[in-house]
């Protein structure tokens, strides 16, 4: 019986991302297919914690085989946060830095669109295609422009914020001082702010 | 050993016990402030910084009644309609990761450039000028907590207030003067007729 060929479309790779110790801000680049964070991020330090934005606070999770493995603050049982494309999440590296590799498959596939959803208000994200731009609006990251919107991306130590308003001058800080547009490196997770009603951020690959 | 470690605790706890938390207080394109009567508003206008005056009030609880002036001050910018107090403002009494209801008031520059408390029941008449509060909005303000760094807390879009408010006439004529205002006019127009 003759067979036919089966092609896959899909793009299979890996990102190292640096990870200094301490909190970074960081989201996953690839879709390793699992669904858990440990095993998106394919590393697990002792007495590292994963922190997700739940919209009003964070869900934190501990990493500790030397007591009962995966816990939340207080010692309770728990597993780690699901961090597909997309989803930001801080993650304390309680040793010295460190990096990151992520190996899996590009979201989303050739000739198809993800689709983010952004709340109003603020979610914790980044990009699901995996890419570098010197402008977090430009192709492919693509950010969508919206009048009020601010990026928050870390510093290490606390958040550089970014608003974008064309009906004043464009990028700024938060005080008004003019700035550049927000740079966006692979894997790096940040704050975006939707001041106006849930709208989505639609990527396609090149 | 132990009394450093005692000194520690005593200083993360007043640490925390004051740490102060972080709101961003400027309205966005979506909200802006207007002025005027009601069915004659109309954006602020553009070039006239420092024209008006706001002011954030507070409450723990979001009860009518309950808000107080934070302290906090912003003043119009040279875009319409726009007023900023600065980005990462801290509010007294307002902690990081707490929720907290707030308001905005706002008034124009020839009422003075401090708030007066007593507006909040009763609202100010000195003649041609403006003032209004905004609605009612809640949200938790930013900083570092032992839960996590939060971003400030917007006042304005997301999930802040989503509308503009509108500052109003301060003096109004009374019925009174408008009925004498009335009376002379009518007077002046027979008197013409019979002229």
């Known amino acids: ?21 301490g909190y970074s ?40 085989p030397t007591t009962i493995g995966w816990q939340d603050l207080s010692g309770n049982p728990s597993v780690p946060p699901s961090l597909p494309p997309g989803t930001g999440f801080f993650f304390f590296n309680p040793n010295a830095a460190t990096n990151v590799t ?35 609006t430009s192709a492919p990251v693509s950010l969508p422009a919206i009048t009020g919107m601010q990026v928050l991306a870390w510093t290490g130590s606390g ?5 974008y308003d064309p009906t004043t001058i464009g990028w700024q800080d938060l005080n008004g001082n003019a700035k550049t547009a927000p740079t966006y ?14 709208t989505t951020w639609p990527q396609s690959l090149p | 050993m132990k009394k450093l470690a005692v000194v520690l605790c005593l200083s993360a706890l007043t640490t925390g016990a004051f740490a102060q938390g972080f709101v961003n207080f400027f309205n966005t394109a979506g909200t802006l402030v207007s002025s005027g009567a009601a069915g004659n508003t109309a954006t602020l206008a553009a070039g006239n910084p420092g024209a008006y005056y706001f002011g954030l ?29 600065g980005g990462g ?35 100010p008449t000195t003649p041609n000028g403006f003032f209004g509060i905004s609605g009612i909005g809640s949200g938790q303000a930013g900083g570092s907590t032992a839960a996590g760094s939060f971003p400030n807390l917007n006042l304005f879009g997301g999930t802040g207030l989503t509308s503009g408010f509108n500052l109003s006439p301060t003096s109004v004529p009374e019925p009174t003067s408008m009925a004498l205002a009335g009376l002379g006019a009518a007077a002046l127009l027979i008197f013409r007729r019979r002229k």
């Open chain 1, 1 to 21: 019986m003759a067979q036919s060929s089966v092609y896959s479309l899909n793009i299979v790779g890996y990102a190292i991302v640096p990870l200094p110790a």
């Open chain 1, 25 to 64: 801000l960081m989201a996953n680049p690839l879709s390793a297919g699992a669904t858990n964070g440990a095993a998106e991020i394919g590393l697990t330090i002792t007495g590292e914690q994963i922190l997700t934005w739940n919209g009003k606070g964070f869900n934190a999770v501990l990493y500790d």
């Open chain 1, 102 to 136: 992520f190996v899996g498959q590009v979201v989303p596939n050739p000739s198809s669109t993800n689709k983010l959803s952004l709340p109003a208000g603020y979610s914790l994200v980044g990009s699901a295609l995996p890419a570098t731009v010197t402008n977090i």
């Open chain 1, 159 to 163: 958040y550089d914020s970014r608003l």
């Open chain 1, 185 to 198: 490196t692979i894997g790096e997770g940040f704050f975006f702010f939707n001041p106006g009603s849930a």
């Open chain 2, 57 to 85: 009030l507070t409450s723990a609880s979001g009860n009518a009644g309950t808000f107080t002036f934070a302290g906090v001050y912003a003043t119009n910018q040279t875009f319409a309609g726009r007023f900023t107090g």
């Open chain 2, 89 to 123: 403002v801290t509010v007294a009494g307002w902690g990081p990761g707490v929720t907290m209801s707030y308001e905005v008031a706002g008034w124009s520059a020839n009422l003075g450039a401090t708030f007066n408390s007593s507006w909040l029941t009763t609202p």
